[in-house]
């Protein structure tokens, strides 16, 4: 049991000893609406990469306030990563986004998730389609040697509004192709296993559009030079984004023959809100 050193003056008042309390060891803003963190990882956690789990703050009435998060670093980190928007009203990120190392913050260890490998049928080449803050779990499952194992191609695909907002995944992407001990995990070369294909929908960049648009009309697959689109037989996905973005991409994958998968029943793609509403 740990004391909970608390973020706001509110919960100051009467902070009780928690337990679940984790604490926070780093915070990096990478704009005015998204931030990631690291905190400690509880002794008894263990997790698939790919999964989620409830974390949060006291909430000014002193119980806990909750949400799903993704766990953004991989099983085998001695740490757990988290990469969250800051909404301003939001009951949770109005405060979570003023943590600071040294702050503790509520984790149940409690993981689960659908986007797991666990949940797919063999295959050659997987597909991560992130939006926004859904690029998180794949934040995971990029740093995973099973990723690796499994498949002979990865394709990230990211779209965000802005070109800021696709600022940690490309910088994550470009440590992973430099980490030493990833090359030494999973073995030399692993990371040229990686396509990287982000995208702006409401600022200029070098490659703009809805991935879903690109998808339909054939650019994605002329730009990475994958012939016959996405197929059942070789091909596999995880889909993370908003629920429009989620629906939109199942059709699409529906339409190149690929069904939906779970944990109970691997199939050929999982889909996982990257947030409700
Ligand atoms: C399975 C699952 C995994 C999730 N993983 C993450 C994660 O890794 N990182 C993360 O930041 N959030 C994640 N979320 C969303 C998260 O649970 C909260 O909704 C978010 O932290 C905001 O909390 P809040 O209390 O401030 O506002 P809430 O009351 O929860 O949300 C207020 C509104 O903000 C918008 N919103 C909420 N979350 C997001 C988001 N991530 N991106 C864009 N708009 C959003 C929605 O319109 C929502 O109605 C996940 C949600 C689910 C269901
Ligand atoms: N990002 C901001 O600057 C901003 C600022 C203030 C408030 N908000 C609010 O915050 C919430 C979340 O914003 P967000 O930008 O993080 O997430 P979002 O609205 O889900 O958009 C993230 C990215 O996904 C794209 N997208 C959305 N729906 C799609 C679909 N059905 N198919 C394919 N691509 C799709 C968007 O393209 P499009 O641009 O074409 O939609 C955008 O590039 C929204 O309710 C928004 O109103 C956002």
Redesign the pocket.
């Known amino acids: 049991m740990t004391e909970m050193r608390p973020v706001t003056e509110a919960a100051a008042i009467k902070a009780p000893t928690l337990p679940d309390a984790q604490t926070v060891t780093q915070v990096k803003h990478w704009t005015d ?2 931030f990631s963190f690291r905190v400690t990882r509880p002794a008894s956690l263990r997790f698939r990469s790919g999964e ?1 789990v409830m974390i949060g703050l006291l909430g000014d009435n002193g119980k806990p ?1 909750l ?6 670093s991989p099983a085998w980190d001695e740490e757990l990563e ?6 301003q ?8 986004q003023h943590i600071q190392p040294g702050n503790e913050i509520i984790l149940r260890p409690k993981p689960v ?1 659908t986007l797991v490998h666990d949940a797919l049928l063999p295959g050659k080449r997987i597909w991560f389609f992130a939006t ?3 690029f ?2 794949f934040a995971s499952l990029l740093r995973e040697p099973q990723t690796y194992e499994d498949y002979d191609e990865i394709v990230i695909t990211h779209t965000c509004r802005e070109v800021a907002e696709l600022e940690y995944g490309r910088q994550l992407i470009e440590q992973i192709r430099q980490d030493e001990l990833l090359a030494e995990l999973i073995g030399e070369g692993f990371a040229d296993k990686i396509r990287y294909y982000p995208t702006t929908t409401r600022e200029k960049s070098p490659r703009m559009g809805r991935i879903t648009e690109l998808l339909r009309d054939g650019t994605v697959f002329r730009d990475l030079g994958i012939e016959g689109g996405i197929k059942p037989e070789t091909d596999r996905a995880m889909v ?1 984004g ?1 629920l429009a973005f989620n629906h939109d991409i199942k059709a699409i994958l529906e339409d190149f023959g690929l069904t939906e998968g779970a944990n109970s029943d691997p199939r050929e793609f999982v889909i ?6």
């Open positions: 609406r998204l989620f306030l949400r799903a998060y993704s766990i953004a988290f990469y969250s928007i800051k909404v009203d939001g009951p949770l990120t109005s405060k979570l998730g926004g803050t859904g998180a779990p993370c908003s996982e809100k990257a947030f409700v509403g």
